[in-house]
């Protein structure tokens, strides 16, 4: 998340850019196509620095974290981490007009914070109240915005130009991270990117299958990338890309 | 007279029968729509397959070996690899397909199986089922240990005359697709060699 603040100013300029060109695309959003990708040559180019990352600093740590806290440990982060997402991903579930989904979270986030001690702990979850979770990148979907290109961003990886400026906006959407007074305010950034290191951990035969297994991991990435967001969102995808129709044409003859 | 309608009424009901019955034949029998509850039950026997290999506690090696047997038996394993070989199976010859699907079938058993491990103390429950124009789509919510609950879905049909299943999606990932991309992209590293990539396939998973 440190990381993420600078690449943030870094890029501020551009990324406001971004910010306009969305919004212009906004006008005509098109329903996604399979995949829109202009700028492969230079996200593939990310992507090997991102893999680089990963081999050289990431994984080691990742693994490094998982082998010294234990499981109920890690657990506990990740669970203070979200715990203290939750207000952020209320104001978008109200900015969607989820009322549902910001009631159940707000109950959640009651719960958890004080029969969860802080939200170390998730009694919400066993009594099968899950996060209804949001981002700003759903807020634009919801408001009309098409997810725009694809883009594999530094040290972050996949994402689209619309859930780019989502995450971009989502720093402030928090009141707990953006409105907190100075040491606590990096609470949730820190406990974020240790439940993000306890993550590569604990999915660390997935991503690794994904990252160093596959025979084209930048291809990999996008396409499980935009399939989960879509479904994330909710667009039914066409048939055809479903491989549905397909089924019945191998029998027909 | 009456005799007569009634003899003419009764020919008429014969040859309206016989015609309906006619007209009903051929979607009777091999394409008589699979139900939702044969779907459901199919998807029961795939998720009870599943968790009885887990449970068993075999060395990965073997379990991986089950794994492809219920590949086998509970779905279209030659749509799939067909399906992921893409526009590139247009020109594979006979034989080469055959190789293909045969390798193919160990390569999924190997990649998809030693992502079971996550499903250790977890359960695939079957939530609901519909039909989708000639398949059966069931929706399971798997439960994991420490992650809230998401979707697996499967597409059930009958088409090859058993009831199987053709594609999966984990949170809206299609395996299908999936496949797809990685085998068109083992087979560009390879500059389109198809003999190559069926031989590699036998250790790639």
Known sequence: ?253 | MTIITQIKLSRRNVLLGGGATLAISPFASPALALSTDQGSSHVDKVVAAINKVIASGKPEARMIKDFEKIFLKYSDVNYLASYALGVEGRRATASQKRAFAKNFQGYIARKYGKQFRAFIGGKLLVKSSKTVKNHVEVKTIAHLKGQAPFDVTFFVSDKTGKVLFYNMFIEGISLLLTERTEIGSMLDRRKGNLDALIKDMKAAG
């Open chain 1, 1 to 253: 998340m440190l990381v993420l603040k600078s690449i943030q100013n870094l890029k501020a300029r551009s990324v406001l850019a971004v910010v306009m060109l969305v919004f212009l695309q906004a006008c005509t959003a098109p329903a996604p196509k399979a995949i829109n990708d202009p700028h492969e040559a230079s996200n593939r180019r990310t992507h090997e620095a991102n893999r680089k990352v990963d081999t050289a600093l990431i994984r080691p740590a990742a693994g490094a974290y998982g082998s010294v806290l234990p499981a109920p440990v890690r657990q506990g982060v990740g669970n203070f981490a979200s715990n203290l997402n939750l207000p952020g991903v209320i104001v978008n579930n109200l900015l969607q007009l989820n009322i549902d989904g910001a009631v159940k979270n707000s109950w959640r986030f009651v719960i958890n914070t004080t029969i969860g001690l802080g939200g170390v702990f998730d009694p919400s979850s066993s009594i099968e109240l899950y996060e209804d979770s949001s981002d700003f990148g759903e807020t634009l979907h919801v408001w009309g915005v098409g997810e725009g290109e694809y883009v594999e961003l530094p040290f972050i990886g996949p994402s689209t130009q619309r859930d780019t400026v989502g995450m971009v906006v989502d720093v402030f959407t928090n009141p707990l991270t953006f409105g907190a007074p100075s040491p606590e305010k990096f609470m949730g950034p820190v406990a974020k990117g240790l439940s993000k290191l306890g993550d590569r951990y604990t999915y660390s035969s997935t991503v690794d299958a994904i990252l160093y297994d596959s025979a084209d991991s930048y291809a990999q990435a996008r396409l499980l990338y935009l399939q989960s967001r879509r479904f994330q969102l909710g667009q039914e995808q066409t048939n055809e890309d479903q491989g549905d129709d397909g089924y019945d044409d191998y029998y027909a003859d």
